[in-house]
């Protein structure tokens, strides 16, 4: 869950993304695994969820900190920090997201996706148009 206040706005890196509303020090906790509110699947349940929230689920799940067999779903806006290869919250640590630098009131929040996906990183096309419909599946 995001540690700090923030919001979601249109993102130049991918449709939409997640932005601070505070200013944020470098080594500040930014985002925090909190079981209490990160919600928990099993990958064997995704698989048979109907396919519409499959795809949300493989869009916007990660790899569980601790547990190979499920994947976590951000209760917050987190789940939709956008992938930078120069990130400015650090995921090294999979159940914390920690400032690599002053981060700016207004300024995307972005991270390495690699830092907590198995295997290879994969993007999927954009979920989100703003100001456009998008189409039925």
Known sequence: MMMVRCYL??????GLG??????IRPGDLVWFYDPRFDVSYFRDEVEKAPAHFRDF???YTYDHPTDPDRVVLDCDEGRFMNH???PNVD???????IAT???AIGEELTCDYAHFTTGAVEFQPSRHQIGQRIAAA
């Open 84 to 86: 930078s290869s120069m």
């Open 57 to 59: 689920l493989e869009r």
């Open 9 to 14: 706005a249109p993102s130049a890196i991918e």
């Open 18 to 23: 997640v932005f601070t509303a505070t200013q």
């Open 101 to 103: 630098r002053a981060i």
């Open 91 to 97: 995921l090294t640590d999979p159940a914390r997201g």
